[in-house]
């Protein structure tokens, strides 16, 4: 693939050294885009992305688990296996494995998730009972809301109004819609994933210059290299966390321990947020578990430490300096992709931060957008300690 993807570029060189070069284009013809159009630019492109989201979605969702899965199509084409077949195993693979961690782990979620309002109500009483000043501002939050109020309208019982309730119907849109999503993802990801490089050899096709075509490989190839390399050292990272904290769970005592730490595994992809919401789940997890607060704490302290030692000790070991990004820009695209597309964006968020900065970095013209991606200054040379 990289040979002919050479001689395209030979061929390139050789078409544009035979030609007459190009008439420089007059200072008259030439147009500047101004800050207003560029704001529309923008605002529409982001309108597009929100309204077109069933469409875009997908694709977008097909190519990041391509970029991730193509070094594993290359190496199976190396043992002079087909693109369509590798694709296909694959791509079998990966939807038999997690159709089977559903499965197993699935049955356990949906009878936790059908008894959540009980839960709920126990958290509350174990609240109450280990925290009794919670229970007297509840009583007088209850009082101050009955002041003015007679003993007969305090004694009344309320009326129950019973409305038809559109949750089922909006249930079976939205699973329909789920499915259908998952159905094009998987469909284009095998379609990317077996047709091999040739995307690129397109793209290469079109660009008009021969170095216009070495900075579009150069940057395709980074893309992937930096997507596929992020998440796949993640993955491994939240796999082995969630590991981890399922069996300190286990040696607790607390129920599904399979099962949290599965899901810990996945909150862990989301910066910021996912851990947060992974020790607000595990310490309502300890309170229904555990009679006393500091036991009930145990949860989700055994899960903050393993992550601190993952965030600031493993993370940075195994992906080095290659995706030092700025937090700030970081937060700020989370919360972006999250409003624009909710939890896949979450996901997408940080894959579609380091596209970005890839091709900052190789277009001269957006320097500065890389300046402000990167968490760490340039060096310049030519700058004078004071």
């Not at 597009?48 to 899965?69: E, H, K, Q, S």
């Not at 607000?280 to 300890?286: A, K, T």
């Not at 091709?359 to 320097?367: A, G, H, K, N, Y």
């Amino acid at each position: 693939m990289d040979a002919a993807l050479t001689t395209q570029l030979v061929a390139a060189n050789g078409d544009s050294a035979a030609g007459t070069a190009p008439a420089p284009a007059s200072p008259s013809t030439a147009t500047k885009t101004t800050p207003v159009q560029i704001v529309l630019i923008v605002l529409g492109t982001i309108a597009f992305l929100y309204f077109a989201r069933p469409v875009i979605l997908p694709v977008f969702l097909a190519c990041v688990a391509g970029m991730t899965l193509k070094p594993l199509i290359r190496w199976l084409s190396c043992c002079h296996i087909p693109p369509a077949l590798s694709a296909a195993v694959v791509l079998c693979l990966l939807v038999s494995g997690v159709a089977i961690g559903c499965f197993q782990l699935g049955r356990p979620a949906l009878i936790w998730i059908n008894e959540a309002p009980q839960h709920m109500t126990e958290v509350r009483q174990r609240v109450q009972k280990i925290f009794p000043r919670i229970a007297r501002f509840s009583q007088a939050a209850t009082a101050v809301n009955n002041l003015g109020a007679t003993k007969e309208e305090q004694k009344k019982t309320p009326m129950v109004e019973l409305k038809a309730s559109r949750v089922p119907s909006t249930f079976i849109n939205w699973t329909g819609t789920f499915l259908a999503g998952i159905g094009e993802t998987l469909v284009l990801l095998y379609l990317l994933l077996a047709s091999g490089d040739l995307f690129l050899q397109k793209l290469v096709h079109v660009m008009p210059t021969l170095r216009d075509k070495k900075r579009a490989v150069e940057i395709s190839r980074e893309i992937q290299q930096n997507i596929s390399n992020y998440l796949f050292s993640v993955s491994l990272i939240n796999i082995g966390l969630g590991l981890v904290v399922s069996g300190g769970l286990y040696f607790m005592g607390v129920p599904n321990a399979a099962m949290w730490g599965l899901v810990v595994a996945v909150l862990n992809f989301v910066p910021y947020f996912g851990p947060v919401a992974g020790v607000f789940v595990l310490g309502m997890v300890g309170l229904l578990t555990f009679d006393t607060l500091w036991q009930g704490l145990l949860p989700p302290a055994w899960y903050l430490l393993l992550h601190l030692l993952e965030a600031n000790l493993i993370t940075p070991v195994l992906l080095g300096r290659r995706f030092t990004l700025n937090p700030v820009v970081i937060f700020v695209s989370l919360i972006f992709w999250t409003w624009l597309w909710g939890v896949p964006g979450a996901l997408l968020s940080v894959p579609i931060l380091v596209s970005i900065k890839v091709i900052c970095d190789r277009v001269p013209t957006m320097s500065s957008v890389s300046e402000l991606l990167s968490r760490e200054p340039k060096k310049n040379p030519s700058a004078k300690m004071i």
